[in-house]
Structure formats: C-alpha cells, structure tokens
C-alpha cells in the first residue's frame, strides 16, 4: 500500500506503509495514516510551507475523528471532497504514471525488497511537469462537475 502526494512543483512520497498483513485491522488504519503518513510528512511539510490547501479523499482513516482533529489542530486546511469521486483526484492519473514506470522495470522486482527500490526509483523518474500538469488541472475538474450539476466527466 503507497501514499503520496503532489503540488506545484512539491512532490511528497513514496510512502510504502508498513506493519500491513491479512486479517482485520492489519489494513490502513487512521492511526497507521496518522503515524506514517500526516506525523513524519505532512506535518513537516505544512509547517514549512504553510498557506497550503491538503486533499485527500473519503477513506475511512482520512475521516476518522482522530485525524480530522489532527489535522485541524495542526492548522491545515482540508479540502471538502465529495462522496464517489475518486477521479477527480489528479493524484490518479499520478498513481498511472507510476505503474507505467513500473512496468518498465526489468527484470521484474520479485522480493519485497526488490519492489521497495523499483517504486521509490519509478517515483523519482516522473518528471516534476508532469504533476505540476496534473495539479493546474483542479480548476478544470472542479468546473466539469459544477458544468456537470455533479455527475459524470471525463476526468
């Protein structure tokens, strides 16, 4: 499981999380988002940055109680995100870019390890134009759904 983030000209990431496993609670919890995530990334980024707006969709450790108070308390804005729209996240068409540069490794990763390395080097192989492409593009996809009274666009 990977986070990441992009901005104009900032990308955050990767962040492959760790302590994962099969069964309940061994998924992305709130407090595995808050501890390996928004702590050691966010926070930092923010508090340098400030003046920033953070986005993140509707899973459930982003709006878990804890992590909206996190986040408030620390200052940072959120943006509101509507319910069923993944898509419009340009955070997506990053998340393609990613596998395209994966699929390119040879010879295929084959221990965790191995996978480890070929994300974090895919990562740093997007071009910084290409998110800053995708994060000018919000206006765009925030408009198509207003010109789509919220229902489907091409995003």
Known sequence: MLWGAIGHNQVLGPVIFQGLGPGPGNGVTAQRYMDQVLHPHVLPFFQAHGNWVFQHDNARPHTARATQDLLHYSGIQVMPWPALSPDMNPIEQFWDLLQTQLNRVVPRPTTVADLDRAVRQAWTNIPR?????????????????????GGHTRY
């Not at 994060?135 to 789509?148: E, F, G, L, P, Y």
Request: with cysteine; aromatic share 0%; net charge positive.
């Open 129 to 149: 134009q290409a998110s800053n492409t995708l994060v000018r593009s919000m206006h765009r996809r925030c408009q198509a759904v207003i010109d789509a009274n």
